[in-house]
């Protein structure tokens, strides 16, 4: 039986003294005298769950970004399948094609029927290639605009869920106007006049992410990461070389975790993740987000869509803003 959250081509070197204890658990459960082994078996669970909580209560930057990156932690799809009902899914952008790595439509969440919006990773190597491994091409974000201002429309709610590293940067995708796409989005999302709401489910990089991520309510997973550039990239920018070193240098220096972007007030609020991580408990992970949706969008239906515009924009654009202590006035 395969443990969960266990890949063998994908191995977490901080999470050594936890494989050791879970193929211990594996080999007496296996057993077929595993009844005799009681005490044993619940004595090496209480011992995992203790490293599970010192380790992953204590994770660098760097190591959340790898945690993020797991290729068993749940993506777009498989939440949409733990969370969502009646799910259609809509396809294209009137203008090129349909991107693969943005996944659209109309579905029930809870009592709420809503427009998803979230970016597609892939699960098996073919899908991973059709979609860029989560980065999507202008198609994708125009695609996600033309269904968005649809559910404004038909006046329903949207929610998206953010898990790329970043925006495509192909030949072909700044040929069909990949920073415009973008910046449309960011526009337009900022005044359509229903309830937005998002969570950044792994993988939050720079304008890929902010593409569909401009909300009245923004959450992130506990580990989960959301920042301008990953850290390979700020590594490469400051030390001409992205090594295990630099990134945990990158990593730590870009703020990314959802702490860090909590206490700097670029999201609300931070959700729990499971013991040890989204990748070994889907569907607790998609419990938590499912009710922090509800949550907020029964919060936000009530809010006059007037108002609604107003904070939202209020929101964005006091991101960065600061006071110097001691200024004065010249003059």
Not at 10 to 33: G, K, R, V
Not at 257 to 274: F, H, Q, S
Not at 277 to 300: C, F, M, P, Y
Request: aromatic share 6%.
């Amino acid at each position: 039986m395969a443990r969960a959250g266990f890949s063998p081509l994908y191995q977490l070197d901080f999470e050594n003294p936890i494989n050791e204890i879970e193929e211990q658990i594996e080999a007496l459960e296996s057993n077929p005298a595993a009844v005799n082994f009681t005490e044993e078996l619940a004595k090496l669970r209480e011992t995992r769950d203790s490293f599970l909580r010192k380790i992953y209560g204590n994770l660098t930057p760097w190591q959340s970004v790898r945690v993020a990156r797991h290729p068993l932690r749940p993506h777009t799809a498989d939440y949409i399948s733990l969370i969502c009902r009646d799910f259609c899914e809509l396809h294209g952008d009137r203008a090129f094609g349909d991107d693969a790595a943005i996944k659209v439509g109309f579905a029930r969440i809870g009592p709420m029927k809503v427009l998803v919006v979230g970016h597609h990773k892939g699960k098996t190597v073919q899908e991973k290639i059709a979609a860029n491994f989560g980065c999507a091409q202008p198609e994708g974000y125009r695609k996600a605009l033309l269904k968005m201002r649809l559910a404004e429309k038909l006046r329903l709610p949207i929610v998206t869920l953010i898990d790329t590293p970043g925006a495509y940067p192909g030949i072909g995708s700044e040929q069909r106007g990949q920073a415009q796409a973008i910046a449309l989005n960011l526009m337009e999302m900022s005044r359509l006049r229903t309830p937005i709401v998002s969570v950044v489910i792994g993988e939050g990089g720079s304008g890929g992410a902010l593409g569909i991520a401009v909300s009245d309510r923004v959450a992130m997973l506990e580990h989960a990461w959301y920042s301008v550039i990953s850290p390979e990239g700020c590594a490469a920018i400051l030390f001409k070389e992205a090594n295990e070193g630099t990134n945990t240098i990158a990593a730590q220096s870009l703020a990314l975790t959802a702490k860090r972007n909590l206490e700097n007030g670029l999201i609300d609020a931070v959700l729990a993740e499971p013991l040890g991580g989204a990748h070994r408990n889907h569907a607790k992970a998609a419990d938590t987000v499912q009710s922090w949706i509800v949550d907020r969008l029964q919060e936000l239906v009530r809010i006059n869509s007037d108002v609604l515009i107003a904070q939202r924009f209020e929101k964005f654009r006091g991101m960065g803003a600061f006071e110097e202590e001691g200024a004065t006035s010249v003059g």
